[in-house]
């Protein structure tokens, strides 16, 4: 049975293409996120799902290696369809998948499950899925799992379509400066006299109605000698105004830090459950308001937080507070277990966020991309490593007055 459109199917369409991730290469990120899909939900194969126009395209995938297929056989198109999961645990039972090849073949699709990726827009682009050839379900955690995953799924796209666009503002802004430093050379040099003279011709035709020959003949003298400079007044006053109606920048408001850290401990829990690693949150404390972008800080912290998670051996424990420090400041311990065994996640974030500021996609791009995000918001982050201790995470954000009725969170 073929899926039928989403009645927003236009602006989905425009929402998945503006984040510019169809056709591109594997990412180590994506890879880890379906590897530990499928083990959480104990099943042989998950993919990272893209619905376009007519395809669904594999961003990340274990247990297959098919790259796409045609919309009319995706099971995907059917989980955009909801805002929440799916799970279809016979897919011979269901007449939305019962006549679909992948089920009818003998050892085909047996059961289903699926979380729509949907943007901060509301805008389901495609859907962390899972697969298994026996009929089966999936239990309350796997499931909470399974949605906490698509949420890392669709925080890594948007971050790093976001990431992008601060580096265009930045190269924007540095070409404004460039800018206006020719406009003032222009303005006030070469272009000064005949722009004197223009404005006392068009004075003197304003105050009279009367045309002057004689001056009229002096200011085109004056000007044809600068066409030219003219020229590139235009030209600069026009690259202006692009640069200001194309400037696609973070939306900072005055936030509450110690709210939002508490969000993303709670976004990150259920995938650290399914590991048995321990969330001790220690963010209850005093409100600390900062300046940021609610939306995507959240999608940061949630990021770091997951790749504590991702690289804690199972039964560790991940410590996350809120204090002053010389600013607002989020602090994530990665603790080490009392036998010995480390986290691993110290040379990821210092190779990955501080000592490699690459452009270039590594194998812990998402971290980079998190730490160009928290450049933009003026933050700065410290980071140690002590054996018997862990690995400590200090993000310090300069401060903010607060203003009562004003936190976002």
């Not at 880890?32 to 990272?48: F, G, K, R, W, Y």
């Not at 001056?215 to 000007?223: G, I, N, P």
């Not at 410590?319 to 110290?346: A, I, N």
């Not at 450049?375 to 954000?397: E, K, M, N, Q």
């Amino acid at each position: 049975m073929h899926a039928p459109l989403p009645a927003n199917e236009a602006d989905r369409l425009a929402a998945l293409y503006g984040l510019g991730v169809l056709d591109s290469a594997p990412e180590k990120d994506f890879d880890d996120i379906v590897a530990l899909t499928a083990s959480v939900c104990e099943v042989p194969t998950a993919l990272v799902c893209l619905v376009d126009a007519d395809r669904q395209w594999f961003k990340a995938q274990v247990g297959s290696d098919i790259a796409e297929t045609s919309r009319d056989l995706s099971f995907c198109a059917h989980a955009i369809l909801g805002d929440d999961l799916i799970v279809v645990p016979d897919t011979r039972q269901d007449p939305r998948f019962a006549d679909n090849p992948a089920v009818l073949a003998a050892d085909g699709v047996r059961f289903f499950g699926a979380a729509p990726l949907i943007t901060t827009d509301g805008f389901a682009v495609g859907a962390l899925c899972v697969f298994d050839t026996a009929p089966r379900g999936l239990d309350a955690d796997q499931t909470e799992a399974l949605r906490a995953l698509a949420r890392q799924v669709t925080s890594q796209l948007e971050l790093r379509r976001y990431a992008i666009a601060l580096a265009s503002t930045t190269a924007r802004l540095q070409e404004l400066e460039r800018r206006k430093d020719d406009i003032t050379g222009l303005v006030c040099g070469p272009l000064r006299a005949p722009m004197r003279r223009m404005g006392e011709y068009l004075a003197e035709l304003g105050r009279t109605g009367r045309h002057d020959p004689a001056m009229a003949e002096v200011v085109a003298r004056a000007t044809a000698a600068h066409v030219r400079g003219f020229s590139d007044l235009l030209e600069h006053l026009t690259t202006l105004a692009q640069v200001g109606s194309e400037n696609e920048s973070l939306h900072m408001r005055q936030i509450d830090l110690t709210r939002l850290t508490r969000r993303a401990v709670e976004a990150v829990r259920p995938i650290a459950a399914t590991k048995h690693i321990g969330m001790l949150d220690q963010s209850d404390g005093a409100a600390l308001p900062i300046v940021a972008d609610p939306v995507r800080l959240e999608q940061v912290l949630t990021h770091l937080l997951f790749a504590a998670v991702k690289y804690t051996p199972p039964g560790g424990r991940v410590r996350v507070g809120t204090e002053v420090e010389s600013g607002p400041t989020v602090r994530m311990d990665d603790m080490d277990l009392p036998d010995g065994m480390r986290p691993e996640l110290f040379p990821h974030l210092f190779y990955g966020a501080i000592a490699n500021p690459t452009e270039l996609p590594g194998p812990d791009h998402g971290l980079a991309v998190a730490k160009r995000i928290l450049d933009a918001h003026h933050a700065t982050v410290a980071l140690s490593d002590r054996p018997g201790d862990g690995t400590s995470l200090h993000v310090v954000f300069p401060f903010a007055e607060q203003e009562a009725d004003l936190f976002v969170a």
